[in-house]
């Protein structure tokens, strides 16, 4: 069972990364602006969780710090 599940996943990963490599250099771009934006949301709906007292607009300003001590360990 577990062999079929590594087979799987190292099929997906190959079919992953087949669509990447048929992907135009603006593809490619316009998909990291869209895979940021997704991972954006998921942190906020994280910080809407753990901080359900905040307005929008603080949950905004939380994941902008974040993102700046995240930059910073870089």
């Given at each position: 069972?577990?062999e079929n599940i590594?087979?799987?996943?190292?099929?997906?990963?190959?079919?992953?990364i087949?669509?990447?490599?048929a992907?135009s250099?603006?593809m490619?771009?316009?998909a990291g602006g869209?895979?940021?934006?997704e991972?954006c949301?998921?942190?906020?709906?994280?910080?809407?969780?753990?901080?359900?007292?905040l307005?929008d607009?603080?949950?905004?300003e939380?994941?902008r710090q974040?993102?700046?001590?995240?930059?910073a360990r870089?």
């Amino acid at each position: 069972m577990a062999e079929n599940i590594a087979s799987d996943a190292r099929f997906a990963d190959m079919a992953k990364i087949r669509q990447a490599r048929a992907m135009s250099p603006g593809m490619k771009f316009r998909a990291g602006g869209d895979l940021f934006e997704e991972a954006c949301q998921w942190s906020l709906a994280g910080l809407a969780a753990r901080f359900p007292s905040l307005t929008d607009r603080e949950l905004h300003e939380k994941l902008r710090q974040h993102l700046k001590l995240a930059a910073a360990r870089e």
